[in-house]
């Protein structure tokens, strides 16, 4: 059993650049959650995907977007890049309807905006 | 609106002294709640949650409806508890996590 990946592990953007980060979810989950962690805070939900469509969004701008893809593996993307926007990204796999709400995240993924 | 709250952004326990981790939660539903940990370079993993009512690594935590609380408590620290802990919790209607702000926890040897 593969455990949730993310890419890259550090990344440095100017600020108004665009960015891609990338998520592979444990073997056998279906449901993808992205996250964003600025120091010192817990993780604030971005936006979910479950096959293929997305599931749910937090309080995030239009500039946050994402993809899943058949194999549910994931992606986020934001778009003109601000300062504010330096953060952990987390990434988190779960299986809907498995009767489990347990999530499983990946490591990150630093994100600094200069 | 739902809200976690740990009021402790730090918390210092010498080793075999009890430790409890504060969370409170606002939200009229009913919520499933859950206690995740972060140790020094790993990712977020759970520790345990409400509905399974288990012990894990010694640590419990009861789910207060009346004091809309989920605190988490282990009787006697060790040096291999200090973390970050964050509270978190799902809304009966849906499948996204509220977390709190989380509590740094050391364990003094």
């Known amino acids: 059993e593969t455990g949730v990946t993310q890419s890259p592990t550090h990344l440095i953007k100017t600020r108004g650049q665009q960015v891609t980060l990338r998520c592979s979810s444990q073997?056998?989950?279906?449901?993808v959650s992205w996250y964003q962690q600025a120091l010192g805070q817990g993780p604030q939900f971005i936006f979910q995907?479950?096959?293929?469509?997305?599931?749910g969004r937090g309080n995030f701008p239009p500039r946050f977007s994402g993809l899943q893809f058949p194999n549910y593996s994931s992606e986020l993307n934001v778009n003109a890049l601000e300062l504010d926007d330096s953060a952990l990204y987390l990434c988190?796999?779960?299986?809907?309807?498995?009767?489990?709400?347990?999530?499983?995240f990946g490591q990150g993924t630093r994100l600094t905006v200069v | 609106a739902q809200r976690v709250t740990q009021p402790e952004k730090l918390l210092s326990v010498f080793k075999g002294a009890p430790v409890e981790l504060k969370c409170n939660y606002s939200?009229?539903?009913?919520?499933?709640l859950f206690w995740y940990v972060q140790y020094s370079r790993q990712r977020l993993q759970l520790l345990l949650r409400h509905i399974s009512r288990e012990s894990i690594k010694g640590f419990t935590a009861d789910l207060n409806k009346g004091e809309t609380s989920f605190h988490l408590k282990k009787p006697f620290a060790q040096e291999e508890d200090s973390a970050m802990y964050y509270c978190a919790l799902i809304k009966d209607t849906g499948n996204q996590f509220y977390f709190g702000t989380g509590t740094s926890l050391t364990v003094i040897p």
């Open positions: 939200y009229s539903g009913s919520p499933e």
């Open positions: 073997s056998g989950h279906n449901t």
């Open positions: 988190a796999s779960s299986l809907a309807g498995g009767g489990s709400r347990e999530a499983f």
């Open positions: 995907y479950y096959r293929e469509e997305e599931n």
